[in-house]
């Protein structure tokens, strides 16, 4: 079995010799395996025991024995107590989510105050199995039935190699103790479902079947990979991410994919959408444009030519900014300046979109600085009529993004510019103008 982790460790590269390993160490078999293991083939280990306060006098007794099987071996040990349960409730998550999250969170610290090269836990090639099938009831992607990672940025896996029988062999063959959680027999949960019902019925169909579906964990694992490339290699087509943190998609190219449905799980899910609302996407992409869809973190809106994710933000539009008399620099909600002029007879009006020309004596300070409001109307530059910002956004082709986004700029109640689009008629600068106002958003900021 030291040959075997040895070659495993190496062929993927998960440690190098002479580093501290961070390892993991319940008290369990599993984790006393690991450890003997790593000390076995010269990789200088301390342990880190989390008590989190589970089990009554359980914990306490797993506790005590780490610490005294540490102090046996001459093992530096380190060792840390959380109040699971009030984290659980604070942060509305289950009990297990909570005990993983906090045990994660305090290896990578003693990793990092240590200097440590990694952080190794114990899960093993069962464990892996037993992810696979749960995968599976749950429904899952490709990506779920690939199993157990045996890296994740600092974490290692070395016994994913291991089964559990070849673990509890190299135990007693090395007359190691270790201690038993009494929850590990329980069927109530999920886990000890696969491991102590579903699998021993499996075997009755096939006596191998664990080696078996160890051989297919492995198999998809490489079959991700290539199918990992070939979603990037679409995504150069269809994707192109926006400077909010969102992506824009091209639905003429996505519908044209065989693989359609597939793409959009793979590029939606990473912001939040589930798979049902991931679906409903995928059957609006012949409909009409302008419906929204939203995940906890992002919002999408089906557009005329393309699929628009960005963050959800606060809703600001009942939000104003004023901008009182004087005032030359503006830095929220945008980045603007303000110059007052004096109009001469070589002036010639702004032709670029960021910077208008306004007269000053027609303005009533302090101007105001929204969005778009549903019933807003103005006189459109070189117009004699009024006309609804909502049909000059149509005129124009604009998304609800955009709208949404689009500044307009006011004089009392009347529209003096939307902002980097048109000016209002009203407000223009004329041969009777001797006081200018200069606006500019200012670019690169």
């Known amino acids: 079995m030291l040959q075997k982790v040895q070659s495993y460790i190496q062929t993927h590269r998960l440690l190098q010799p002479g580093s501290t390993v961070v390892v993991g160490i319940s008290g ?94 114990a899960h093993h090639a069962d464990d892996d199995i037993e992810t696979l099938l749960l995968n599976l009831v749950r429904g899952t992607g490709l990506r779920g039935l690939c199993g157990i990672p045996r890296r994740n940025g600092a974490v290692v896996r070395p016994l994913l190699c291991c089964s559990r029988q070849e673990i509890e062999q190299y135990l007693a063959d090395h007359h190691l ?28 169909i096939n006596p191998a079947v664990r080696h078996t579906l160890y051989a297919t964990v492995e198999r998809l694992g490489e079959t991700y990979t290539l199918y990992r490339q070939s979603v990037d290699l679409a995504a150069r087509d269809i994707v192109t991410r926006t400077d909010d943190g969102g992506i824009t998609l091209y639905i003429d190219r996505l519908a044209s994919h065989p693989a359609c449905r597939t793409l959009l799980f793979e590029w939606l899910q990473p912001y939040g959408f589930s798979p049902a609302t991931i679906r409903q996407v995928a059957d609006s992409l012949a409909g009409e444009s302008g419906t929204l869809f939203h ?123 939307i902002v980097g689009l048109r000016t209002d008629d009203r407000f223009k600068v004329t041969s009777h103008t001797r006081r200018m106002l200069e606006i500019t958003v200012e670019p690169g900021e």
């Not at 006098?57 to 109040?83: N, S, W």
């Not at 984290?87 to 993983?100: K, P, Q, T």
């Not at 807003?376 to 070189?382: E, I, S, V």
């Not at 604009?398 to 009347?414: A, I, P, T, V």
């Open 295 to 417: 995940s906890p973190t992002h919002s999408l809106l089906k557009d005329r030519e393309c699929l628009i994710v960005q963050p959800r933000s606060e809703d600001d539009s009942k939000q104003e900014y004023r901008i009182e008399a004087g005032i030359t620099r503006l830095r929220e909600p945008l980045p603007m300046r303000l110059t007052r002029l004096e109009r001469d007879a070589h002036f010639q009006p702004s032709k670029a979109p960021h910077t208008v020309h306004v007269d000053f004596d027609r303005l009533t300070f302090p101007l105001t600085l929204r969005h778009w409001r549903e019933g807003d109307a103005f006189r459109p530059f070189g117009m004699t009529g009024m006309k609804k910002v909502s049909d000059f956004f149509i005129d124009r082709k604009l998304s609800r993004f955009d709208k949404e986004r689009c500044w307009l700029l006011l004089s009392g109640n009347d529209i003096v510019w």
């Open 177 to 204: 103790p270790h201690v038993t959680d009494s929850t590990n027999a329980s069927l109530d949960y999920r886990r000890n479902q696969v491991r102590h019902a579903v699998l021993p019925l499996l075997e009755t």
């Open 28 to 121: 369990g078999a599993d984790s006393v395996a690991l450890w003997h293991v790593l000390r076995s083939l010269g990789y200088d280990c301390v342990m880190a025991h989390c008590n989190f306060h589970l089990r009554g006098g359980e914990a306490d007794r797993d506790e005590q024995f780490v610490r005294h099987l540490a102090e046996e071996y001459g093992t530096p040990f380190y060792k840390t107590d959380f109040d699971t349960t009030a984290y659980a409730a604070r942060h509305g998550l289950s009990i297990e989510m909570a005990a993983r999250d906090l045990r994660y969170a305090w290896f990578e610290n003693l990793r990092q105050r240590l200097h440590a090269q990694a952080i190794a836990v």
